[in-house]
């Protein structure tokens, strides 16, 4: 049974920085695509990171809106994927989930809501001006 559990938001004002964590249990890790989503109050969940398979490369893809800004990466040997988010926004306030598949063998890890059936509880993060 896969579990995600996020942690590290929290309230931080425009310019500062925050590192998101998702710890990963029941099942293999490494072999898993994994990304992170988030979603502000009345919009949709849109996809911000995502970070391919290690058998692939453990590619990276990020939403235009935090390229440059935001770095995801993992360690394996802690079962953890993390978000560096820098230079913060009022925009990127929002409740930050990490997300975790398999994905067929020609399909890169994306950015997309449906691709991911598994789902962590989330966690808040708040960017005033």
């Known amino acids: 049974q896969v579990q995600l559990v996020e942690s590290g938001g929290g309230s931080v004002q425009a310019g500062g920085s925050l590192r998101l964590s998702c710890k990963g249990s029941g099942y293999p890790f490494s072999s898993y695509c994994m990304a992170w989503f988030r979603q502000a109050p009345g919009q949709e969940r849109e996809g911000v990171a995502a970070?391919?398979?290690?058998?692939?490369?453990?590619?990276?893809t990020y939403a235009d809106s935090v390229k440059g800004r935001f770095t995801i990466s993992k360690d394996n040997a802690a079962n953890t994927l993390y978000l560096q988010m820098d230079s913060l926004k009022p925009e990127d306030t929002g409740m930050y989930y990490c997300?975790?598949?398999?994905?067929?063998?020609?399909?890169?890890?994306?950015?997309?809501?449906?691709?991911?059936?598994?789902w962590g509880q989330g966690t808040q993060v708040t960017v005033s001006s």
């Open positions: 970070i391919d398979r290690d058998d692939r490369g453990g590619s990276t």
């Open positions: 997300a975790a598949d398999l994905f067929p063998p020609t399909v890169p890890a994306g950015l997309s809501v449906r691709e991911y059936a598994n």
